[in-house]
């Protein structure tokens, strides 16, 4: 075809071009066309031009086939320059389904270039095709066909500018539900990066990093990276002055100095400054790439700093105030709050209380004194230190809680089974030897009242009941039978019968302040095997003897004891049991 306009594009037979390579740097155009001069020609017209300072970068194929390999091998091709008539009559503008449809690219600009309008009427394929404009090969010209790049282009960086945003936005959105955890709030500062990112592009490499005490050496300071885009994204967690060139840290130190922006042609620097008081934090946002700032792009990344200095503070003092109620759990524990229904310290109110059944157990430290003799004080409390770190886990980890430590003791509540009390006894028994220390324990299940109690400056939690008397006048009866665990009646009857076999009676014995004698039963479980196999081929003749004791058949009781005692001469309660015979006898 021949015209008279200079400027009007002629058509001519050629062979087609392989792709170019195009850089991240560049707008990709993809041609697809059937006809070689259509791809000479497209260059031509096209040939150096830039768009917002950045060249264009065209691909080239010749069939609708091929196009579709390049399309998912360039995901972020800008705009294609599309053919309707190729390998088939509709070869395009099934291309275009393919596109909008199973590969799901809402993004790039698709230009419907025909030299047969009467096989793709223009109204019909604008309606019917998601394609952004149509041109007739015969009308247009090289001016009309860099228009129509330049603004196809244009409306493509549009849509990724906004997908940008709304993946940044949500993925702060996200972040936000558990900002104050650490990783939530790495994924915050990945998100606003990504948000600055959309909001000025285009944009090289980004970083966030942040330090402490600004009134140090920055040589010495060591402000690390937090989260990086582009080239920094492989350095989080490595010092920013390792990272970024010598003017570059000098700025990052202009700028901690004065507290304002650096605006550097090739890269920008933004402080972001605690607003608390009482600790210096700091961090800031480097970018690169952004080119000369616009005052609203300034301004908008201005704001961004300063919604990211109050999430700072925000961190900040959530993680005070975690550390607050940390310090609070180590004297009113968090379990005991719970059984009195107040799931938050700050609820917690003088007079709060509960009556419930509750297991008590009571821990006593033998010969702690004659140890504290022998030793400095320094010595004695890292010894007492040592030793309810090794104890006290086996309480919390069988369901108990610590109520207070008694000095060279502690009493615990176990608010579940009173077997889950027994276990943690025996496993402090266990690790009391373990550490070359004896112990004393006692146990006792019965109604408590738990509350707390104190004054207006100060407040701990308590145990009154009767049911705390008795568990610890069982553990002051552990020294005079030599045991390291004995248990009440009412405990060794919740037992299950694969520990009751473990236990022996040793009698009923009054308490001060009741009427009633509380039976005690001596737990032998955690014994060494030799004298827990001897215990347990013995517990019927024990258990025969104290029947008779408790009957008042003292002499009968001793004599049974003591026979048994020339035979096992290593159970050390059999003479505390014979004693304890001869003393009911005196009082006979």
């Avoid at 946002?285 to 700072?312: H, K, P, Y």
Wanted: aromatic share 6%; glycine share 8%.
């Amino acid at each position: 075809m021949t015209t008279s306009d200079p400027d009007l594009l002629v058509f001519a037979d050629d062979e087609v071009r392989a792709p170019e390579p195009a850089s991240a740097r560049v707008w990709k155009l993809l041609v697809v066309d059937d006809e070689p001069e259509i791809h000479d020609i497209t260059r031509l017209a096209l040939g150096g031009l830039r768009i917002d300072g950045h060249p264009l970068a065209i691909l080239s194929v010749s069939s609708a086939t091929a196009a579709r390999v390049v399309l998912q091998a360039h995901l972020d091709i800008a705009m294609i320059l599309l053919d309707v008539v190729m390998e088939s009559e509709n070869a395009g503008l099934e291309l275009v389904r393919w596109i909008r449809g199973e590969l799901a690219n809402s993004r790039v600009r698709i230009v419907l270039r025909t030299g047969q309008p009467g096989h793709a009427p223009e109204q019909r394929v604008m309606f019917d095709y998601d394609i952004n404009d149509y041109r007739d090969k015969t009308e247009i010209t090289a001016q009309r066909l860099t228009t129509t790049v330049i603004g196809a282009v244009r409306s493509y960086r549009d849509l990724c500018t906004i997908e940008s945003h709304k993946a940044g936005l949500e993925q702060i959105v996200h972040a936000s539900a558990a900002l104050f955890e650490q990783q939530s709030v790495d994924k915050f500062i990945t998100g606003v990066l990504a948000q600055l990112s959309a909001l000025v592009s285009p944009q090289e490499s980004a970083m966030f990093f942040q330090g402490r005490e600004l009134g140090l050496d920055m040589a010495t300071a060591a402000p690390t990276v937090v989260a990086g885009t582009g080239r920094f994204q492989a350095h989080v967690g490595h010092p920013v002055s390792h990272v970024v060139e010598e003017e570059v840290w000098q700025d990052i130190t202009t700028m901690l100095c004065t507290r304002k922006p650096v605006l550097r042609r090739s890269y920008n620097i933004f402080g972001i400054f605690g607003l608390a008081s009482d600790e210096e934090m700091w961090a800031a946002v480097f970018m690169e790439g952004l080119g000369e700032l616009s005052a609203w792009d300034q301004r908008l990344i201005e704001l961004f700093c300063q919604n990211a200095s109050v999430a700072l503070d925000n961190h900040r003092l959530h993680h005070r105030q975690t550390a607050l109620m940390g310090a609070f759990a180590r004297f009113v524990p968090q379990r005991l709050l719970a059984l009195l229904g107040r799931d938050d310290a700050t609820q917690a109110d003088l007079g709060d209380q509960i009556q419930r059944e509750m297991t008590v157990v009571f821990v006593d430290l033998r010969a702690f004194t004659s140890r504290a003799e022998q030793q400095s004080p320094a010595a004695t409390f890292e010894f007492l230190n040592t030793y309810f770190a090794a104890i006290v886990p086996e309480i919390h980890g069988n369901g108990g809680v610590v109520d207070k430590y008694l000095g060279d003791g502690l009493m615990a509540l176990f608010p579940d089974a009173p077997a889950a009390a027994v276990q943690a006894a025996l496993g402090v028994v266990e690790r009391s030897r373990e550490l070359g220390a004896g112990v004393g324990v006692g146990v006792h299940l019965g109604p408590v009242t738990l509350g707390l109690v104190g004054a207006a400056g100060r407040m701990e939690s308590t145990v009154v009941s009767d049911s705390v008397n008795i568990a610890a006048r069982i553990e002051r009866l552990t020294r005079r039978f030599g045991a390291d665990l004995l248990i009440s009646g009412a405990v060794q009857a919740q037992l299950p019968p694969s520990l009751q076999t473990d236990t022996r009676p040793l009698g009923d014995y009054l308490v001060p302040g009741r009427r009633q004698p509380v039976d005690v039963y001596e737990v032998f479980a955690g014994e060494p095997h030799e004298l827990r196999a001897v215990k347990r081929a013995t517990r019927a003749v024990v258990m025969a003897a104290v029947a008779s004791m408790s009957a008042g058949e003292f002499t009968a009781a001793s004599a049974a004891l003591a026979e048994l005692l020339s035979a096992c001469p290593n159970d050390q309660v059999l003479p505390a049991l014979i004693d304890e015979c001869r003393r009911r006898e005196g009082r006979a």
